[in-house]
């Protein structure tokens, strides 16, 4: 199934910031990154539940927010996107769209 | 139906702090902001068609990225949401998720 990850963290704090960066390195162990803060996973139900777990060790749930959006496949029929479609603006991570 | 609108605008200029600020006013007038860059619409295809219309015109389609997750119903079943969940964050905009 796909599911579509998107996170909020509160980055004005050092402590924030190094939130975020575990929160990304936790999803591009399950999927792609599309936006910043927005990741598409095709995963089982059981990834899905590891993927959670890690996800909600991570966040601070007074500060952030995560979602997951579940997508019925087949997955085209559910997502569009416009715009920008491969550049490298995060670090020097690629981000592949 | 419901639409979840994810938005990627680069910010680096003025000019695309000022399209950020208009992609999220035109998805005010549509749905719910639940994170900085993420709103979920409830929709009929023509108000998605109005909406789809209105963003395409506000993004720079060689700096920014917009995507749209159609979720199936029932919208409870395809999402789940951890963390913060009453804020007031973004300038004087509630934000309620």
Chains 1, 2 share one sequence.
Not at 1 to 22: A, F, I, K, P, S
Not at 31 to 43: A, P
């Amino acid at each position: 199934m796909w599911v579509v990850v998107c996170y909020d963290v509160n980055t004005e704090t050092r402590e924030g910031r190094r939130r975020l960066r575990r929160v990304a390195q936790a999803c591009k162990n399950y999927g792609q990154r599309v936006q910043k803060s927005v990741f598409e996973c095709q995963v089982n139900e059981m990834k899905f539940e590891d993927l959670r777990r890690k996800l909600l060790r991570e966040i601070n749930k007074e500060q952030d927010n995560l979602r997951f959006y579940r997508l019925t496949e087949p997955r085209e029929n559910h997502v569009e996107t416009h715009g920008l479609t491969r550049t490298i603006f995060f670090d020097d991570e690629p981000l592949i769209v």
